[in-house]
């Protein structure tokens, strides 16, 4: 008998946890503000960090420009954006917005793209290990 109650109060929770998580609503951002550094070269995945039920579409931006199948090196999808290869270039804050029938978010992602020749007395290996960078006020405008 109590492992019955114990299986009626375990799917009771599941059916509960899975209600809390499929609530209709506009899309939510886990994070307002993202920072990723990468070395040229690199393939990087940039992630866009919503969540949203009806799941929302989200399209990627660099600017004013729409990320799309035209810009070769770059791939979206729902939760993500790849850039392979990256090049100095690439450097600059990126936007992913998600549209559903509810409202709309969009989420600020930065990339900073450095090349280790440009940086002495760190080896290529330690750079990996670098925190993202704190951008001061000064720095920002």
Same mark, same amino acid.
């Given at each position: 008998?109590?492992?019955?109650?114990?299986?009626?109060?375990?799917?009771?929770?599941?059916?509960?946890?899975?209600?809390?998580?499929?609530?209709?609503?506009?899309?939510?951002?886990?994070?307002?503000?993202? *920072?990723? #550094?990468? @070395?040229?070269?690199?393939? !990087?995945?940039?992630?866009?960090? &919503?969540? $949203?039920?009806?799941?929302?579409?989200?399209?990627?931006?660099?600017?004013?420009?729409?990320?799309?199948?035209?810009?070769?090196?770059?791939?979206?999808?729902?939760?993500?954006?790849?850039? *392979?290869? #990256?090049? @100095?270039?690439?450097?600059? !804050?990126?936007?992913?917005?998600? &549209?559903? $029938?509810?409202?709309?978010?969009?989420?600020?992602?930065?990339?900073?793209?450095?090349?280790?020749?440009?940086?002495?007395?760190?080896?290529?290996?330690?750079?990996?290990?670098?925190?993202?960078?704190?951008?001061?006020?000064?720095?920002?405008?």
């Amino acid at each position: 008998m109590a492992s019955f109650l114990g299986l009626v109060i375990l799917t009771l929770l599941s059916v509960n946890a899975f209600a809390l998580t499929a609530v209709k609503g506009p899309p939510r951002a886990e994070k307002s503000d993202v *920072k990723h #550094v990468a @070395k040229v070269g690199d393939n !990087v995945k940039l992630l866009c960090p &919503i969540q $949203g039920y009806p799941t929302p579409m989200v399209t990627w931006s660099k600017g004013t420009e729409v990320i799309n199948y035209a810009w070769s090196r770059f791939r979206t999808n729902k939760r993500h954006m790849k850039i *392979k290869g #990256v090049v @100095k270039e690439d450097t600059g !804050v990126y936007f992913c917005k998600a &549209i559903n $029938g509810f409202g709309n978010v969009e989420i600020k992602v930065e990339l900073i793209v450095i090349n280790p020749e440009d940086l002495t007395g760190i080896s290529a290996d330690e750079i990996s290990n670098l925190s993202p960078p704190v951008f001061a006020r000064q720095t920002k405008e």
